[in-house]
Structure formats: structure tokens, C-alpha cells
């Protein structure tokens, strides 16, 4: 079975009678979690019907519609998702993706999970803890696991290194960690960058360690830097110059730890629909980070695809109608004026996904159920608006 | 209703930059029991201070404060942490960090960190229905 309880999409896990094995701890609650909805319009029961009804008359009636999430969803679903978009005008909201973008325009060099475990000798965790979010990246890739060329594995043959604002749980079992102030993220960055320029860098952070660490980065066969898309994160422009720098001297490759399973998928599906001939980007669909585009609180209806909005962003500045559509009760959907409830990818619905690294996996069903899947409800959606 | 003479004074405030952070056992939580449980909730409302800086505004390892910035107000309980970073107290990431105004995505180079006062606090944890009505 494939787990999606994060981008790893681990593809050996075994569900039994005695819960799952191999699952890490997210997996095994992703995989076993209960805490399903009833589809509600303005917070009281109704029938499913009676929900996507009300949820096409909101979209029906929005003048500035924004569509939120897609990370938690099956491709198929994502494609249907962008249809219903474009149908009713909506912006699209990923939030994570930015530095997709980057990998799939070729502008900083990627890898494969595979190819990680095979080949990295210098692995560097930058504003990331996978240990809490992708749990089971260093045991299967990128840190314990002999590989073709890394035969003694953590020991001897890789070295892996965080940069962080905290020291996490990742940073604690690494060999190396720089705990960054959260003020001078950009002037660590900037020594670093003159470290590998073989410049004494101007920072009040310890030179000799920030010299030592350009000489491993530099000396690096087969680097690696995952990282983080989150407020831990260094900026975008930060880690591709960044990228730029390291790959005059050494061989470094990225690979984004970012929320949601199948979020690679919907970036790459935006960007062919930006790619499409006739589309200057300016069309109906949008990817954005949040910072871009139109701000949420502007919106006058936000349909929530597999995201709880109000888990991560101050609620009290959100005015426009909200539709939820997810498999199990959120904060949001406590809050929302419709609520239709879904299958979850990966457990009642089946359908395809993209791993982190880009590869494209098949997503059987773990068990049967009554449910629809959010595919199914955005096609009910896209023929009745 | 009889007053505490100390109920009349301020607590002592400490200025802290807010830093979120990922925790799969609040994942966990929020998947296993809804985020409307108690589990979920006493793993979200945490914030991890320097030993100095609780000092500072003398509280200890399970008492409640208060943290206040431009952006919002929240109670909640403070865990001393194993490391030393005065000035710094981390949050997990989800709906208290966020009410005080930490960005869930990467903020803009030129974006301060979020600043904000912690200090004691007599109120309980709030449930998240209140910090999170509409
Ligand atoms: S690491 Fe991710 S995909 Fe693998 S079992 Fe854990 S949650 Fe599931």
C-alpha cells in the first residue's frame, strides 16, 4: 500500500488486522484516522445533494472566487480542480509551491529520493525538520541507507548538516547544526556565500565554523539541500543563489519539503496550464505562495481543497463565503457555510500522485467506502455551474 | 469579591521573537483524536522560552503566559527549554502561532521576524472555538 500522509508516499506499507506496518507515527494516524465530517450548510447537517448544491450557488454568485490547497489531493481530482477553476473565474491559492517552479523550469538541478540514497555524500537540511514532518526521509534516502556508491552509509559515508532557526529533533542526530538567529537569517546566508568564495566573511556569526562548513559543502560528490517552504525557510531567491554558488565549485541538487502529498502535481499542472499556448498566465488560474495574487481577505468566496485554511492564517480577516471539501473535520470546516465531506487519497479513493522527487506513483484504495471522492464532487460542481 | 494586592501589579513582560516549528506529535494528535481535542490542543498552545528569559518574567516549566503582538493575543503554556536562546521563543506551527501573525510560508527577505511581549498570565488556555471564532 502507498501511504499519503506526506510527500515520501512510502510505498511498503502493510495494513493488517493489528494496524499498519512500517507507517511512521503520521502515517499510521493519516492511514487509521476516524475523524470524519457530515456535510453541513451553514453548520447544520444536510445530504450531500443538498451541500453541493449550495456549494455551486456560492460559486455561481462569486465575483472574486479563490480556490485554496490541492496538496492533499489525488491528480485526477487537481485536474478537475483546475477546470472548475477556470469555469468560474477562480484564482488558484497552493500556497508551498514557489520553489517547485524553479526545479521545473530547470533553473536549480534536482535529484531523485533513489538517486539520494545512491549517491549523497553531503546532505544539508536547510529550515527543515523532516523527523517531524517527513519522518521516515532519513531512514529510507537520505541519511542511514546503504547506497550504490555509500556502502557505509551514515557512518562513514554521508555527512549530513542542518541549518535551521532551531535545533530540531533532525538537527540532533546530525553531524553538524547551525542554529541561525531568526533576525539574521540573510546575513548568514551572505557569509556562507563568501565562504565559498574562499572570502573571510564579514559576520558576526563564528567564521571558522561557517570556513569549515564551505569546505565540506565545497568538497561535496553528490550534494543535496532539502529544504523547507515554511517561515523556517531562508527566501526563495536566498537558496537559489545559494544553489548557484555551490554548483561552480561542487555538484549540489534540491528537493523542496513541502506540506501535503501531491503537492509537486499541482505545480507542475499549473505550470503547463501557464505553458499552454495562447496563455500569458494571466488567465483564470493562478499558483501562488500567499504573497502573490489576490489577497484572501479580499476574496468573496474561498473553497478549501484538502486544507485547513484557519490553521494557517489568522481567521478573523477571512470575509467571503468558505466551502470545505475534506475527508476528516478541520478547524475550517467548523467555521465554513458548506462542508461536503470526501474520501481521503490514498485510503477510500484511489487515483495517482507525484512523489517529491517527481515520480509518479499509483495510489490503490486501502478500503472501500459510501464516500465520494473530491474528484467526483468538483465534477458534480463543474456540471451544474 | 476580595483582590490579591499583587492582582493590582503588572506582570513583568519579556520581548521574545516568535519562531514556529513542526511537531509530529501534535500532527499525530490532530489526525488520531480531531483538532478540537484536548490532545491537539495542549500540544498547539505551547511556547518553548529560554530558562533566562522565564526567569525574567518569573514563571516555570507549565505555567500559562500571555503573548501579545500587533497581530493578536494568546494564553499559553510555557515548557522551559534544553537549549539557551534568550530573546527567542518557539511556537508549533498551526492556528496560536498564527494568530499572533507568524507566516505559515516562507516570508519575503525584508520581512522582520514576528516580535512579540510574553508575560504571566492569570487567564486559561482558551479553547480554539474562541481563539478561532469567525
Ligand atoms: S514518511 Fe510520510 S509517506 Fe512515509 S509512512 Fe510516514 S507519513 Fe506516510
Not at chain 1, 533513489?114 to 526521509?137: Q, S
Not at chain 1, 467571503?320 to 465554513?336: F, H, Q
Amino acid at each position: 500500500m502507498v501511504c499519503t500522509g506526506c510527500a515520501l508516499l512510502c510505498d511498503d506499507v502493510e495494513i493488517g488486522e493489528n494496524g499498519c506496518r512500517h507507517a511512521c507515527r503520521i502515517g499510521d494516524a493519516h492511514i487509521t484516522s476516524t475523524n470524519q465530517i457530515d456535510p453541513m450548510v451553514n453548520q447544520s447537517p444536510v445530504d450531500m445533494d443538498a451541500a453541493i448544491k449550495s456549494a455551486a450557488e456560492i460559486l455561481v454568485s462569486a465575483e472574486k472566487p479563490v480556490f485554496v490547497g490541492f496538496g492533499n489531493s489525488v491528480t485526477e481530482a487537481q485536474a478537475t480542480g483546475i477546470e472548475l477553476a477556470e469555469k468560474v473565474g477562480a484564482e488558484i491559492k497552493t500556497f508551498h509551491t514557489d520553489i517547485f517552479d524553479d526545479i521545473l523550469d530547470g533553473r536549480v538541478k534536482t535529484c531523485t529520493l533513489p538517486e539520494v540514497r545512491d549517491y549523497a555524500d553531503v546532505i544539508i537540511f536547510l529550515g527543515c525538520d523532516p523527523m517531524n514532518t517527513h519522518p521516515r526521509l532519513l531512514s529510507r534516502y537520505a541519511y542511514y541507507p546503504r547506497g550504490e556508491k555509500r556502502q557505509h552509509g551514515w557512518e562513514e559515508d554521508r555527512t549530513a548538516i542542518t541549518i535551521d532557526l532551531r535545533f530540531s529533533h533532525t538537527a540532533s542526530i546530525c553531524k553538524e547544526a547551525y542554529t541561525i538567529d531568526p533576525n539574521r537569517q540573510i546575513e548568514f546566508m551572505d557569509a556562507l556565500m563568501d565562504a565559498l568564495s574562499n572570502k573571510v566573511p564579514k559576520t558576526t556569526y563564528d567564521k571558522k565554523r561557517i570556513l569549515k562548513l564551505a569546505g565540506t559543502l565545497k568538497k561535496a560528490e553528490f550534494g543535496v539541500i532539502f529544504a523547507g517552504t515554511g517561515a523556517s525557510a531562508p527566501p526563495r531567491d536566498a537558496i537559489i543563489r545559494l544553489m548557484d554558488r555551490l554548483n561552480e565549485s561542487s555538484d549540489f541538487r534540491l528537493l523542496p519539503l513541502a506540506p501535503g502529498y501531491n503537492l509537486r502535481s499541482i505545480a507542475e499542472q499549473l505550470r503547463q496550464l501557464h505553458n499552454r499556448p495562447g496563455d500569458d498566465g494571466d488567465g483564470g488560474s493562478d499558483s501562488s505562495s500567499g504573497g502573490s495574487g489576490m489577497d484572501l481577505h479580499e476574496a468573496d468566496c474561498i473553497l478549501c481543497l484538502g486544507f485547513d485554511l484557519m490553521n494557517s492564517l489568522p481567521a478573523h480577516g477571512i470575509n467571503g463565503k468558505m466551502i470545505v471539501i475534506d475527508p476528516n473535520e478541520t478547524l475550517t470546516s467548523r467555521y465554513a457555510d458548506v462542508v461536503i465531506p470526501c474520501a481521503a487519497g490514498g485510503i477510500d479513493c484511489a487515483g495517482s500522485a507525484v512523489r517529491m522527487d517527481g515520480e509518479t506513483v499509483e495510489i490503490p484504495l486501502i478500503r472501500e467506502s459510501e464516500r465520494l471522492s473530491d474528484g467526483a464532487i468538483l465534477k458534480q460542481l463543474l456540471e451544474v455551474v | 469579591m476580595k483582590m490579591e494586592f499583587d492582582e493590582f501589579l503588572a506582570a513583568p513582560e519579556c520581548g521574545v521573537v516568535i519562531v514556529t516549528y513542526p511537531d509530529i506529535f501534535r500532527t499525530e494528535a490532530g489526525l488520531r483524536h480531531g483538532k478540537f481535542s484536548k490532545e491537539y490542543q495542549e500540544l498547539s498552545a505551547v511556547i518553548v522560552l529560554d530558562s533566562g528569559d522565564m526567569a525574567k518574567i518569573e514563571v516555570t516549566d507549565g505555567d500559562l503566559v500571555e503573548i501579545k503582538s500587533e497581530a493578536g493575543v494568546v494564553v499559553v503554556r510555557v515548557k522551559e527549554s534544553e537549549k539557551e536562546h534568550p530573546g527567542i521563543g518557539y511556537m508549533p506551527e498551526g492556528a496560536w502561532a498564527y494568530i499572533l501573525g507568524a507566516s505559515p510560508v516562507t516570508p519575503p527577505a525584508s520581512t522582520l521576524a514576528l516580535s512579540a511581549k510574553v508575560g504571566r498570565s492569570r487567564q486559561e488556555i482558551p479553547a480554539i472555538e474562541d481563539v478561532y471564532r469567525r
